[in-house]
């Protein structure tokens, strides 16, 4: 079964700061496509970034960016110079064939 | 272009109760999602339809139904209401976006069973 984990329940970043938010997953599929979507208090999903799992670079989206490290199956996200409207709860999920699963989240602070 | 809706945005079902939730994309995607999304936890997926005409069962079935009706529309069926479905539904409709198989998402509907 596939799995996704992330480690951090709750984090919190002073605002203009970077925070890195973790994520590890569990597969044994070569070929596979791993997401970051923001849910903000109004509960819609809302897509930040993604990475195809055979691309070494890592994806960037402005102020987003992942540290993909394939061998270790892990995908952090960074959020750069971190805003209020940062402040949501964040999923990463794992996506292979149909199937997306995704973790537990993680909730954001953005302190003023 | 409105993406995915759903309809309705909030409901209340007694214990036994049937109901129908509606979810329509006008993306011209082939595949179609439901998830439920109980607190504290992430999506799960429900049932899928990868194009018009099929359905699937995803992680956790049991107690719905789903018709995919048309290319647009995708419907969740629960016949027999139980407390254990109090929860946050969501419809899901995937597309390429670049390389990338890509699920968007409507705003949810929250089900309360008593």
């Known amino acids: 079964a596939q799995t996704v984990t992330q480690s951090q329940p709750e984090m919190s970043v002073q605002e203009a700061e970077t925070v890195t938010l973790s994520c590890t997953y569990d597969?044994?599929?070569?070929?596979?496509?791993l997401f970051w979507y923001k849910q903000p208090p109004s509960r819609q999903m809302i897509l930040v970034i993604r990475q195809e799992a055979y691309k070494q670079q890592n994806a960037t989206e402005n102020r987003f960016s992942v540290n993909f490290q394939k061998a270790a199956k892990s995908f952090s996200l960074k959020i750069s110079d971190s805003q209020l409207g940062d402040a949501a709860m964040y999923f990463c999920a794992y996506l292979v064939g149909n199937m997306l699963t995704f973790g537990g989240g993680t909730r954001l602070m953005v302190k003023p | 272009n409105a993406g995915v809706t759903q309809t309705p945005k909030f409901q209340v079902l007694k214990t036994g109760q049937s109901m129908t939730l509606q979810c329509a994309q006008d993306?011209?995607?082939?595949?179609m999602y439901w998830y439920r999304q109980d607190p504290g936890m992430g999506l799960r997926l429900i049932y899928y339809s990868a194009s018009e005409g099929t359905t699937d069962k995803g992680e956790v079935p049991n107690g719905y139904n789903v018709s995919r009706l048309n290319k647009r529309e995708f419907s969740l069926r629960l016949e027999s209401a139980a407390p254990s479905q109090t929860s946050v539904y969501f419809c899901a409709s995937s597309g390429l976006a670049g390389e990338i198989e890509t699920q968007y998402f409507g705003p949810g509907t929250r089900l309360l069973v008593l």
């Open positions: 993306m011209n995607h082939n595949s």
């Open positions: 597969t044994s599929e070569s070929d596979y496509y």
